[in-house]
């Protein structure tokens, strides 16, 4: 609040309201400065979050660089957030454009008011190229981060006899594509690995069960989660079998299942 100095204070209050006023006004001129400047690239945050409103993700990915954000990932983030992308509560209260090692680049947080109710925060990394900026990051300890599906891989048996006359089956494979949330620089996952076992006729062996739960805070987000499971097969059991992989991910409500036919040797 400005007040108009008293009498008394004479010279030096007018100084200091002066003073005061000046680095307002100066205050405000950088504001204003820095809006202006990051006009061009605050549209494009505007239409990108517009298309996402619209549900359409051609639209969403016009001023994304396709090389570092993905049709499939800007996807998977509206889908796994519509929450906060049907919302029209958007402000962008923090901008700012810097040079770094050559290279032009403009930061814009995007401040949403979900249909929950709730506020999410949302970082976008623009880069200039020539004369083009492209939306090249969105970042954000708010949404559910994922990449398009789940899939297991790698997968690689080995077993053994046991001395009951049994057999110890192990199955190991690799999962990737699970979602992330953000937490902070790192990564948060939760995954859930079962398995199950029949035999040729479809008969159980092993019902299905929980093997693993992966709950990691991690530095990349597009890290595998490695299953590794062992099943012991009980004497009398011969020829083919099959193990089912089953794979549950918490944060993107997504999973996968994969079924690896074994021939037990006797």
């Known amino acids: 609040m400005l007040q108009s ?9 007018k100084m200091l309201l002066f003073g005061c006023g000046g680095l ?47 049709k499939e990932q800007v996807k998977a983030l509206l889908d796994l957030n519509p929450q906060v992308f049907a919302s029209t509560d958007v402000s962008m209260p923090s901008r700012r454009v810097v040079t770094e090692n050559g290279q032009e680049k403009a930061e814009i947080v995007a401040k949403i008011k979900g249909t929950d109710g709730k506020e999410y925060s949302i970082q ?42 049994g057999t110890a089956l192990n199955v190991k494979f690799e999962v990737t594509g699970c979602g992330s949330r953000a937490n902070g620089a790192k990564f948060d996952y939760d995954v859930v690995l079962k398995g199950k076992l029949v035999d040729a006729s479809g008969a159980v062996i092993v019902d299905e069960q929980e093997v693993a739960h992966f709950q990691k805070t991690v530095d990349s987000n597009a890290a595998a989660v490695t299953g590794d499971y062992n099943f012991t ?34």
């Not at 079998?241 to 074994?262: C, F, L, N, R, Y």
Request: with cysteine; net charge neutral; hydrophobic share 45%.
């Open 5 to 13: 100095p008293n009498q008394g204070r004479g010279a030096i209050g």
């Open 24 to 70: 307002i006004v100066l205050a405000v001129g950088i504001i204003v400065l820095v809006f202006v400047l990051t006009g061009p690239q605050a549209k494009m945050v505007e239409a990108h979050l517009a298309a996402m409103r619209s549900k359409d993700v051609d639209a969403a990915c016009k001023d994304v660089d396709a090389q570092q954000v993905t």
């Open 124 to 165: 976008y990394v623009l880069l200039k190229s020539g004369d083009a900026w492209k939306i090249a990051g969105i970042r954000s300890d708010d949404l559910v981060l994922a990449p398009a599906a789940v899939t297991i891989g790698g997968v690689k048996v080995s077993q053994k006899n046991n001395e009951d006359g």
């Open 233 to 266: 097969i009980p004497p009398g059991v011969s020829g083919e079998v099959k193990a089912t992989i089953i794979v549950e991910d918490t944060i993107s409500g997504k999973g996968a299942s994969q079924v690896v036919p074994v021939k037990l040797e006797k």
